[in-house]
């Protein structure tokens, strides 16, 4: 329990890092596309490895002037530039932003707000993860009583990849292949971060602190499940195409890896072994019982201007999810606002599912009336609800109004990273493997770093296992459930993957960190060294420099490989 705790404290802490770095990094991208405009086009997009883009970015692009640019985007005759979001950032840009061709600082805000607006959603969708979906997740697993191995396959492992998880499903889930590119891109270029920059860095930090060993059989399993799941979905990106039956089968590789480490668990409770790769200290941490209160100091900072300002500007981002996911956390456990969440949250779920349809918006509003009689007649102001099942109804509403909150930001966070890359005309796989994937993985750097620095070699052995159970997790259940209803809603036709050379580039790169990993740190006795991390990085570094020149025109990727 007590390392459940620090693990989700530091991810929430870390929410602030991605944020704030996904924010610099598209700030420093708009600042340059701005600089080096020239006759309508933008230096990255210039590229040869910039793909051919849909009817609606070309006839953009080929408009001189941020007014006819406003006039063509307001005309009802062009086609879908984007996926569907709440804010339209193309008009916002072009139009609130852009239609004075005199106000040469028009552009500069425009950017700005949107990179403020990307800062907002990362940190939104990983606190909301933090928060609320892996506090939903640790009390289902404590009321389901599942062995410490199977709740870190499956449970953990979904509250750790769910902004991963859910932005590729959003993406697939949208119409255009931009949005498809940054679901793909995003996942690979994700899991190619994780498992060569965060396990370089964890190796490094480990190194300098004495090293660590680490458990053989966990290791070797995780990375060949990895490299497996890799050969299968390269086997899909060749084909070109994928079928229900096929995605299905993709994501069927994580149940039977879930078998595999509940086997493997239930051998090693069998010979007595009483630690285990995916947690190692079982009774302490998963098996014990979840969500309990949690000791807060009864002395209260003194209340500020600073801190009630602070408040003010956060109030907006929290409320909203306050107040609609329920939430029997003991340390913030309040009535008021648990009835208020079962009244509103029903009424969210049909507002977002049939927004047009007064029928399903009235059964919402009914349901959440009942709900919240029923919560108001059966809670306790002192406590939270106690017994099992009613705590699992909890738990399962918290569970289903998390993943509605993810799916919206999700969803706007793809709409605003292809809208910005046909502005500053990157293309949308570029932004994926960049922003998107830095800013899902970066909380994790921060979390798993500083738990291979302060809790020692459990911690360093931790740390090493989300860097490849992570990615696994993210691959192969965001990527098979993503194509799974993607060809599901184009049945009976397969559903056509959006790939190009840099996709494979990208799986390279992640097959050879996962080499390297797997062939060093064996040969160094399974010990965390400078030698391990070192390599690792230089990876990621290499494949960095090959997406760099294939942007700035120097490499083409499209040439080097014309067949893929």
């Known amino acids: 329990m007590a390392f459940l705790q ?29 600089r080096t405009r020239h006759g309508g086009t933008f230096f990255f997009g210039s590229g040869a490895g910039a793909r051919e883009r849909g009817s609606c970015e070309a006839e953009l692009q080929a408009l001189e002037g941020r007014a006819a640019r406003c006039r063509y985007l307001r005309s009802s005759s062009h086609p879908p530039c984007a996926p569907t979001g709440y804010v339209d950032y193309l008009a916002l840009f072009y139009c609130a932003c852009g239609e004075q061709e005199g106000l040469w600082w028009s552009p500069w805000l425009g950017g700005a707000a949107i990179a403020l607006w990307l800062l907002l959603l990362f940190y939104l969708l990983g606190d909301t993860a933090s928060e609320y979906f892996c506090a939903s997740l640790e009390g289902l697993s404590a009321a389901l009583r ?4 199977v709740a870190g396959v499956t449970l953990l492992s979904l509250g750790n990849g769910a902004p991963d998880v859910l ?4 993406a697939f889930a949208s119409d255009g292949g931009e949005a498809g590119d940054v679901g793909l891109s ?22 300098r602190r004495g090293g660590a060993v680490i458990e053989r059989r966990g290791f070797v399993r995780d990375v060949c499940f990895l490299l497996v799941a ?11 195409t994928v079928t229900v039956w096929a995605a ?3 994501l069927s590789l994580y149940a039977a890896y879930v078998l595999l480490v509940s086997t493997s668990h239930c051998c090693s409770v069998a010979a007595d072994d009483g630690s285990t790769y995916t947690s190692t200290k079982p009774s302490d941490d998963l098996a014990a019982p979840l969500l309990l209160p949690v000791a807060v100091s009864s002395k209260q900072p003194p209340r500020t ?7 003010a500007v956060h109030a907006p981002l929290y409320l909203p999810r306050r107040l609609t996911i329920p939430d029997i956390a003991a340390h913030r456990w309040s009535r008021p606002c648990a009835i208020t969440s079962t009244l509103l949250g029903p009424l969210l779920l049909a507002v977002v599912t049939s927004p047009t349809s007064p029928t399903v918006l009235l059964a919402g509003a009914l349901t959440g009336t009942l709900f919240a009689i029923a919560a108001a007649a059966t809670t306790d102001a002192a406590a939270p609800p106690h017994g099992r099942y009613v705590r699992l109804l909890w738990l399962a509403g918290g569970f289903l109004m998390s993943i509605l909150w993810s799916y919206l930001l999700a969803r706007e966070l793809v709409a605003l990273l292809v809208s910005t890359g046909i502005i500053v005309g990157v293309p949308a796989s570029v932004l994926g493997v960049t922003v998107l994937a830095w800013g899902n993985s970066l909380g994790d750097m921060v979390a798993d770093v500083a738990m291979a620095t302060q809790d020692g070699a459990s911690g360093a052995q931790t740390a090493v296992a989300g860097c490849y159970a992570g990615p696994a997790f993210n691959t192969v259940v965001g990527l098979g459930l993503s194509m799974a209803l993607a060809a ?17 580039v990208t799986v390279a790169f992640l097959v050879a960190g996962l080499a390297w990993a797997l062939v060093v740190l064996p040969a160094r006795g399974m010990r965390l060294d400078a030698t391990l991390g070192a390599g690792l990085l230089a990876v990621y570094l290499c494949f960095i420099a090959v997406r760099v020149a294939d942007a700035v025109g120097v490499l083409s990727l499209d040439s080097l490989l014309p067949r893929l």
């Open 305 to 311: 201007f600073a801190s009630g300002l602070l408040a």
């Open 230 to 240: 890799l050969c299968y979905l390269l086997a899909v990106l060749v084909a070109g």
């Open 248 to 250: 299905a089968c993709f």
């Open 488 to 504: 599901g809603a184009r049945y009976p036709e397969t559903y056509k993957i959006p790939v190009d050379a840099a996709t494979y």
């Open 146 to 149: 599942l062995p410490p191995a």
């Open 167 to 170: 932005s590729s499903v959003v």
């Open 6 to 34: 620090r693990l989700y404290k530091r991810r929430r802490n870390a929410a602030a890092v991605t944020a704030s770095a996904s924010f610099l990094l598209l700030l420093l991208v708009l600042c340059l596309s701005l």
């Open 186 to 207: 995003g996942a690979l270029g994700g899991a190619l971060f994780v498992s060569t920059v965060v396990a370089g860095v964890v190796a490094i930090v480990a190194a």
